[in-house]
């Protein structure tokens, strides 16, 4: 596809349950961030791949959350033990390149409710 | 800490008004800037960015203007429209850090009234 693309569009689990969340980067995208926002605010950033290895996970709230990019190119962002606090727009962004003025590029996020 | 953050949460103008969206930021440190846009059940929109070397950049009815004296930034759109209505976004980057992590404002929502 020609952007970047996250399914499911909606998740709705049930407190303590294991989720995952996938995201497609733009083909050729080196560069893959995970961010999470909550209603009414700004993307927080969670994690950044560059190629396999993930770059930076200083974003990550607690070790319930980790996400892993094994071929450099989907992405899967992995929530255990959810509580109803995780429920929030989880967004997937691209760029060509790791360099701190390349355009990211956001997917349309997966909606997670935690009852 | 430090942070991203805008002046006013809504935002409302005439169509054909010219709109501008403020927005201020403490990091002294960042040297990178976007203005994101948000559609209701979208993800953000890239609409425009500026370096710290300068402090104007203009593109397709939208300009951005960075004082960086006053760490301040705006986002001037001319002849606002009805599809401009959304949620905008500013964010920074500290260069430094050699990361694309980006730290984003709470966002103005901007209202076009027809």
């Known amino acids: 596809g020609a952007g970047v693309s996250q399914t499911p569009s909606n998740k709705v689990t049930e407190k303590g349950k294991y989720v995952e969340l996938r995201c497609d980067p733009i083909?050729?995208?080196?560069?893959l961030y995970w961010y999470r926002q909550s209603l009414g605010q700004g993307p927080e950033f969670l994690i950044y791949f560059q190629g396999t290895g993930a770059a930076d996970d200083s974003g990550l709230p607690n070790d319930r959350f980790f996400a892993v990019r094994p071929e450099g190119s989907v992405s899967t962002l992995k929530i255990q033990r959810t509580e109803r606090g995780d429920s929030a727009v989880y967004l997937c962004a691209s760029s060509p390149l790791a360099g701190f003025t390349d355009t990211q590029y956001f997917g349309p996020g997966t909606r997670l409710t935690v009852l | 800490g430090e942070s991203v953050g805008l002046h006013l949460p809504t935002l409302s103008v005439q169509e054909g008004d010219n709109s501008i969206i403020n927005c201020a930021y403490s990091?002294?440190?960042?040297?990178?800037f976007i203005w994101y846009k948000q559609e209701s059940g979208k993800g953000p929109q890239f609409i425009i960015d500026i370096r710290s070397n300068m402090d104007k950049r203009q593109g397709q009815r939208v300009t951005v203007l960075l004082n960086k004296t006053v760490k301040h930034l705006s986002l001037q759109i001319a002849a606002t429209q009805p599809g401009d209505s959304a949620v905008y976004f500013c964010a920074e980057n500290e260069g430094s850090s050699n990361t694309g992590k980006l730290i984003f404002g709470q966002g103005t929502t901007l209202q076009v009234k027809p």
């Open positions: 083909s050729g995208h080196t560069a």
């Open positions: 990091n002294s440190a960042s040297d990178y």
